[in-house]
């Protein structure tokens, strides 16, 4: 019998590509390497990185042969870090978000 996955918020999937793009290093992240990280459906991904590069939590870097990746921005680096504070605390007191 298969467990059922639980549902992930929008903040969560967004947080777990900002954390691909974050773990990538300073070259940043191509959208394949976020898409498995953050596992998301291609127009999922397309949908939620215009989101972020809206917000100014990303931006994005075409490389001189057209590829394009994605660094966080020091907005998005303040708000990972600010959301950990945030996520360390609900489950102080067992609540997941």
Aim: a positive charge.
């Amino acid at each position: 019998m298969r467990s059922k996955k639980p549902y992930r918020s929008k903040m969560r999937i967004l947080v777990d590509m900002m954390r691909a793009i974050r773990d990538e290093g300073d070259d940043g992240a191509g959208p394949t390497r976020i898409l498995y990280a953050a596992n998301l459906s291609h127009d999922r991904l397309k949908q939620y990185l215009e989101e972020l590069l809206d917000k100014g939590l990303i931006e994005e870097v075409l490389g001189s042969n057209g590829s394009r990746t994605y660094t966080l921005t020091d907005k998005g680096r303040e708000f990972l870090r600010e959301f950990v504070k945030i996520e360390r605390f609900s489950q102080a007191f067992g609540i997941e978000i």
